[in-house]
């Protein structure tokens, strides 16, 4: 409900109603000062600015009202006096004639500019975002200082106020792919939006997908390259996460320092990664179906070696590779849930010693731990975290049809995530660009990295993109993701 200020009758009525709207909050501070009376919220605003751009002036007032500040804005309700507070504003009130005035003072506590953990580079800039969307759209502007920019904003959730910003370079990002996320973002309807993660689930295209469809980054330069390229950017405030679409399978075998790299020690680096991830996807079902089904396809040397080592386990190979693998993976989870430093001692310590004792024991053969040793340190070499994920669940799938069905199964189940692939789109771009379908000129920046004056902008960045479809943006998907 709107309450008007035209019915206040004094400023004790007006103070009330402020408390009652806030429900006698505690952090409700009231000043009373010769021309005006001043509230605020405890811990929301600076007090020494409150000092001297509010209360100094008008106790030095003399009978007028004196203050100057360019925030300085009316209020017309209770209910917009009340939203300026819970932003960081002090209210005044005028004694004179009872209007409501707000003065921007706020000093939210946030955390300076840092390396980004989950990203770092031997070379190139060592600046993270930060949780402040200002700061954060500062850094951006201080790589692109340019006129053709383009920065909208919306503030999403009933309860959170949380305000979402879309950024794009006006010519270079497809006006399709920039009017759609305009739109995706605008019918997002929750009551709270507490991280970007929020926003990408209530407008990626396939909301039940194993693999992301925009990526996530907290690098300024990985957001201005992405706009330079056509690709446009979310910045949600309280996140130190930007969010890029259109996204692209291939993309998860790059990262921000192959542009600070010569051509072609990106390019080795590039290769070695997706070899990486096939490893990490393929190996431990290789073996299985290998030393299950297909023995005689080994070296007989080898072979022998392998028979050796097995003999002393009591499980046959899929067994063995299922209880290794969901080691390794409760491993991994503890050393990322425990404190840095004691989560590098489980992780380093854990896997010497399980994988000592299980060999001891008999449990487990000794090419196996080699196997998933191999395993973990290959999927570690895929730059993008969210890309890791969709290749864990996977490896479990294939390990499930290798020790059924073999090779065959190993093939069948690549033939499936080949399709699935496919159909995917980014909005409204081709998962598999510029393979499926075939663009020559995208290939430029792929996995062989050519020199950067002679990379051209994507393809999806200058084409129109045909929108996703309509299942992908029902009023069920608007709705999800974003409440908590």
């Keep these: 409900m709107t309450i008007s200020t035209t019915g206040m009758t004094s400023v004790s009525n007006t103070v009330e109603r402020i408390k009652t709207t806030l429900g006698d909050d505690p952090d409700l501070i009231v000043h009373d000062a010769p021309e005006a009376t001043v509230v605020y919220l405890c811990g929301l605003i600076d007090i020494s600015r409150l000092e001297r751009e509010v209360l100094t002036p008008l106790s030095e007032a003399g009978g007028g009202f004196s203050i100057r500040n360019s925030t300085m804005h009316r209020a017309e309700t209770i209910e917009t006096a009340v939203k300026s507070l819970l932003n960081g504003s002090a209210l005044l009130i005028r004694h004179r004639d009872l209007s409501l005035l707000t003065v921007n003072l706020i000093s939210m506590p946030h955390r300076p500019i840092e390396t980004p953990d989950s990203e770092p580079s031997v070379r190139g800039p060592h600046e993270g975002f930060t949780e402040m969307l200002a700061v954060n759209v500062a850094l951006i502007r201080r790589r692109l200082v340019t006129d053709k920019l383009r920065v909208k904003s919306w503030m999403i959730g009933s309860l959170s106020q949380t305000e979402v910003r879309l950024l794009y370079l006006e010519g270079t990002a497809s006006p399709e792919v920039v009017e759609e996320m305009a739109r995706r973002i605008g019918a997002i309807k929750t009551e709270a939006i507490l991280e970007s993660t929020h926003v990408e689930e209530c407008i990626r295209d396939h909301p039940y997908s194993l693999f992301p469809t925009m990526l996530s980054t907290e690098r300024p330069d990985v ?4 706009l330079l390229e056509g690709r446009v950017a979310v910045l949600v405030n309280n996140s130190p996460f930007a969010i890029i679409a259109p996204y ?12 600070y790299l010569l051509t072609g020690s990106a390019t080795f680096v590039r290769l070695v990664r997706a070899i990486s991830m096939f490893i990490a996807l393929l190996l431990p079902s290789l073996y299985v179906a290998i030393t299950t089904f297909h023995p005689e396809m080994m070296p007989t040397n080898l072979l022998l070696s392998i028979a050796a080592a097995r003999e002393v386990s009591p499980f046959p190979a899929l067994i063995e590779a299922l209880l290794m693998e969901l080691t390794f993976e409760a491993l991994r989870e503890a050393a990322i849930r425990l404190p840095r430093i004691m989560g590098q001692t489980v992780g380093i310590v854990g896997a010497l010693v399980i994988g000592q004792a299980v060999v001891q024991a008999g449990i487990v053969s000794t090419p196996m731990v080699i196997v998933v040793s191999m395993t973990g340190i290959a999927s ?10 969709p290749i864990r669940i996977l490896r479990f799938l294939l390990l499930f049809m290798a020790g059924s069905l073999g090779l065959v199964g190993i093939l069948f189940g690549l033939f499936l995530i080949g399709i699935y692939l ?16 075939l663009r020559l000129d995208g290939m ?10 002679s990379v051209i902008r994507p393809a999806e960045a200058s084409i129109a993109s045909k929108p996703p479809e309509a299942d992908a943006l029902s009023p069920r998907h608007e709705n999800e993701g974003g409440s908590s």
């Excluded at 957001?223 to 992405?226: D, K, P, Q, T």
């Excluded at 291939?250 to 320092?257: G, N, P």
């Excluded at 570690?380 to 994920?389: E, Q």
């Excluded at 496919?422 to 379908?437: F, M, N, R």
């Design 223 to 226: 957001v201005s390259g992405s």
């Design 444 to 453: 430029r920046d792929l996995l062989i990295r050519l020199p950067l004056f």
């Design 248 to 259: 692209q399978f291939w993309t998860a075998f790059q990262a921000s320092e192959d542009y």
């Design 380 to 389: 570690l070499m895929i730059p993008r975290y969210n890309m890791t994920f």
């Design 422 to 437: 496919t159909g995917i789109k980014s909005v409204g771009v081709p998962y598999l660009t510029p393979i499926a379908p």
